[in-house]
């Protein structure tokens, strides 16, 4: 209610100092009303009164107090305003001095309170009766010992004779709390504070007010009590309030809580340069101007006073600037800003660390060099893709393996810039699930290769392509859906980490969701890993099983190095180097995988061999549809039934061949008697038979009319000894 009613006291006084003439508007006249009443607290404080107590006993200030607290005192002084008002003043100095005893010892507040008769067409004195507490002057007590400042304390009360209240003298208007109703009609002047108009008062309460007879500040409410007939008796009642227990709290209204023992028309009247520090009051110190330190804000510092100044200074700086005689006001009153990332600082040093911003931007351009090499090679393999190097290594497995190398080095340009929460969010989905698909179709084709070289029968193993694809979705499936749940219930961001020198820089979070996907990667790499033994000493067409292997050896080892250097070598890494050591391994797992798979395949395309068998199939007889037991199956396309009718004639041929082979063998190991038989099978004198026993590496090849040499073991026979054995 008190607060409400200092609001609308505030209205009114806007009101006024609107409609007064000359007036500059409500803000500027409060600014001046609120500085001139520090400049008095300042004198009066400091004992620099000039003409104060020297020819003025009292000192009002324009500026209103909240009187919720002294409502119980105002209430008593309606009461007693309205007894002497039907019991009539005149002839009643009894009744005026018990009511004006009972005022002053019902309320500790009250410090004076006084009842006058006066002559209602004159308004001169009649009566009066003035009562007020007495003061019992103390040292107060330090630890050194007494302190010589002393404590003014509230005694007994006793009967006050007043000076310039003289019977048939009217009373003196220097005092505030007294003003002739017929001067001023309706008793209201500026010497009173506004009244409420949600609340009904008998009388007014005056502008606060310091009063050289008790050296105190002081407030008080006046009651006038009407004549019962023109020229009867008026009444005039008064209570001291002592307001000098309060304290001026300059602060604005947001740095701290209202309370009851401060003076809230003075806040905001600081002067601390609200854009680099922030005032903080001090309490204890009642009235006085300055009460309150101006202390730098979070991010900013100063070398003088550890960024905490005086506001007794602050202010006697301010007046000097407003009177353009120093400029100290703003050279050391004002904090300077800390270095950027700085929450706290005592000085300029760097909080942040600093990015290389250039040797940054040339590893991004490698970076970025290598993912349009790696979707170019994508285009180039898809337009090769019926050349034997390409179709026999499955052109869409090889397609999977480049756009997963190509996220994978998408990876350093999410780390490139300031991290934060987005960028966080990108470098985890490229760096895991470009590893996923590129370790995928790697492992699908090694797995397969592995699955036809255990097969101990005769019956050929056939993966075809859609199946292995079948088998990777699930893999890629679990992947997307753990990335998914991951990025929308708790995405990574970006928390700040020092380096070696103490500097913050950001860098995306590990919790739980990267320690359960990384147990996982790293199981199954170990599965890899195993398969890849497994197939150490499988053959395969140009070698691709081997190479395969090699690159997820290498992916495993290039990984689990830079974890240990990530963690034991620099673990307080700045972000450069930080930024270094992901390109590194960007490069010695993808580049490295790409060269492995891809480039002896390119070599061979550019040299023109991409549609010759390599020297192991040519050794071993492998043809189109025949790939050494399904090691590199070609993918599932159209049978060509001419060719395979072809390609079955001339293994038909080799058998037979073969065949023969073994009975001239025989015969000859059994029956050497014989001798070639004229116009037989060897009728040629000069013809020689060159045949390859079956046991041997290669096909068995029957060639008449030279002699050849072919295999480990082979068999020359003249015509008429072969003639002579079958005889």
Request: with cysteine; glycine share 8%; aromatic share 10%.
């Amino acid at each position: 209610m008190g607060h409400l009613w200092l609001e609308r006291s505030l209205l009114i006084v806007t009101l006024l100092s609107l409609l007064a003439p000359g007036s500059g508007g409500y803000i500027e006249t409060m600014r001046k009303d609120r500085e001139e009443a520090l400049l008095v607290i300042h004198d009066v404080a400091t004992e620099n009164m000039g003409a104060l107590c020297v020819t003025e006993p009292y000192r009002s200030l324009k500026v209103p107090l909240a009187t919720s607290q002294y409502e119980g005192a105002q209430q008593k002084a309606d009461m007693a305003a309205m007894l002497l008002q039907d019991l009539g003043v005149s002839h009643r100095s009894g009744l005026m001095d018990a009511l004006a005893r009972s005022l002053l010892v019902s309320d500790r507040h009250v410090l004076t309170a006084r009842v006058l008769a006066l002559n209602a067409s004159s308004s001169t004195l009649i009566n009066s009766v003035s009562w007020q507490r007495q003061f019992v002057v103390t040292p107060t007590l330090m630890s050194g010992g007494l302190d010589h400042s002393l404590l003014f304390e509230l005694g007994g009360p006793h009967r006050l004779q007043e000076d310039g209240l003289r019977t048939g003298f009217r009373p003196d208007p220097r005092y505030p709390w007294y003003e002739n109703a017929d001067t001023s009609p309706g008793l209201w002047s500026p010497k009173f504070m506004p009244s409420p108009t949600n609340m009904s008062f008998r009388g007014w309460w005056t502008f606060p007010y310091f009063s050289c007879s008790v050296r105190r500040w002081l407030l008080s409410y006046s009651v006038s009590i009407p004549p019962p007939t023109k020229h009867g008796v008026k009444g005039f009642l008064s209570l001291d309030i002592d307001v000098s227990g309060l304290e001026v709290n300059q602060c604005d209204l947001s740095s701290g809580p209202k309370l009851s023992n401060q003076i809230e028309v003075l806040r905001g009247t600081h002067k601390c340069h609200n854009d680099t520090t922030q005032c903080v009051f001090r309490p204890g110190l009642g009235w006085m101007r300055g009460g309150y330190q101006c202390v730098c804000r979070h991010g900013f510092y100063s070398l003088r006073q550890k960024g905490v100044f005086n506001g007794s200074l602050v202010e006697a700086a301010w007046l000097e600037h407003e009177q353009n005689v120093s400029s100290l006001y703003h050279q050391m009153f004002r904090c300077l800003k800390c270095a950027p990332g700085c929450e706290t600082c005592h000085n300029n040093a760097p909080c942040l660390a600093t990015y290389n911003w250039p040797f940054r931007i040339s590893l991004l351009a490698v970076s970025v060099s290598c993912v349009a090499f790696t979707l170019g090679l994508v285009g180039y393999v898809y337009q090769h893709r019926k050349i034997k190097v390409f179709k026999v290594a499955s052109p869409i497995f090889l397609c999977i393996t480049l756009l997963g190398c190509a996220i994978m080095y998408l990876e350093m340009a999410a780390i490139f810039p300031v991290l934060d929460l987005y960028s966080c969010i990108a470098t985890k989905w490229s760096r895991h699930l470009g590893f996923c698909i590129t370790y995928t179709a790697l492992l699908m084709k090694t797995w397969r290769v592995s699955l036809t070289y255990r097969v101990k029968s005769a019956h050929k193993v056939k993966l075809t392509d859609k199946q292995l694809l079948q088998w990777m979705f699930p893999i890629l499936l679990v992947m997307l859906i753990y990335l998914g749940t991951w990025t929308l219930s708790a995405p990574p961001i970006a928390e700040q980490i020092r380096d070696q020198a103490g500097l913050r820089f950001k860098q995306c979070s590990y919790n739980w969701w990267d320690h359960s996907l990384a147990i996982g990667e790293v199981l199954f790499l170990s599965w890899g890993i195993k398969v890849c033994y497994n197939v150490r000493n499988a053959e395969s067409l140009y070698n691709e099983a081997r190479l395969i292997s090699y690159a997820i050896y290498n992916i495993a080892l290039v990984n689990t190095a830079m974890v240990a250097f990530h963690l034991f070598i620099f673990p307080q890494a700045g972000p450069d180097i930080k930024y270094l050591l992901g390109f590194i391994r960007t490069q010695l797992s993808t580049s490295v995988t790409v060269g492995l798979v891809f480039g002896p395949k390119v070599v061979r395309v550019l040299r023109g061999q991409g549609d010759q068998w390599d020297n192991r199939a040519r050794a071993r007889g492998v043809t189109a549809s025949f790939s050494l037991n399904g090691i590199g199956l070609m993918p599932e396309e159209t049978a060509d039934l001419y060719q395979e009718n072809e390609e079955l004639k001339e293994e038909i041929q080799k058998l037979a061949a073969q065949i023969e082979f073994m009975k001239i063998v025989h015969m000859e190991m059994n029956n050497r008697h014989l001798k070639p038989k004229p116009g037989g099978y060897f009728n040629a004198a000069n013809t020689a038979v060159t045949l390859q026993s079956p046991v041997g590496k290669t096909t068995s090849s029957f060639l008449v009319g030279k002699n050849m040499a072919v295999g480990e073991e082979s068999c020359i026979i003249s015509p008429a000894e072969g003639a002579s054995e079958r005889v």
